[in-house]
């Protein structure tokens, strides 16, 4: 980091749905290999402009620019170059591992044997070689959420979108997971990453956080704590939310 480097900047972005404002002139610069860490409530924006990003949703205004791309007219090149986990969805639960792996790897372009050498050096790295031909769906879901992880990016994007990626697992799985971003970080992926658990917040490089559709503080966890007088980024968003209030 601090190569200024940006593999992702959006300058006044804005999303309406109707007379609803979804993002409200969002400005943002993410920095190639951060951690960025997309806060806020439920509801306050975040996957709307992740969508925008990730160039499954045009926005209704703005300058965005995602791996150099422009978000209005470049969203296939934009696909090419970015990975996408979700909470809700990200594997195939019917299909085996390898399966998933073997899908993944075609539509990401790949070749046979890139697909057989990424799938047999993410399998060892998290320790599941002897599963590789058992169904998803009878895994536990700390392991499905790792194997999402490392399904989206298999093909080495330049960005990996997590959409709220812990929800609904134990601390434990939860801090296993973080540890497979800051890998994916170091090796120059940039991770965007969207969460409510505000502890996470700590592991980010740098995060913002939204209220009702605003960008209301955006900085390091550090400086964000000695603005706000906090001893934690929960107490951070909590005089957020209650001076949006």
Known sequence: MGNNEYVIEAENLVKKFGSFVANDNLTFKV?????????????????????????????????????????????????????????????????TINENFRFYGGIYGMSRIKIKEKTAEMLDRLGIESLKNSIVASLPLGIRQKLSFSVAIMHSPQIVFLDEPTG?????????????????????????????????????????????????ALDTPRNLKDKFQAKNMDEVFLKLARKAG
């Open 168 to 216: 609904g697992v134990d601390p434990i799985t939860r801090r296993q997971f973080w540890e497979l971003i800051y890998e994916a970080a170091a090796k120059g992926i940039t991770v965007f990453v969207t969460t409510h658990y505000m502890d996470e917040a700590e592991y980010c490089n740098r995060v913002s956080i939204m209220v009702d559709g605003r960008i209301e």
């Open 31 to 95: 920095e190639k290999g951060e951690i960025f860490g997309f806060l806020g409530a439920n509801g306050a924006g975040k996957t709307t402009a992740i969508r925008i990003l990730c160039g499954l949703l045009l926005p209704t205004s703005g300058k965005i620019t995602v791996a150099g791309q422009n978000v209005y007219t470049q969203t296939e090149a934009i696909k090419k170059q970015i990975g996408y986990m979700s909470q809700r969805f990200s594997l195939y639960e019917d299909l």
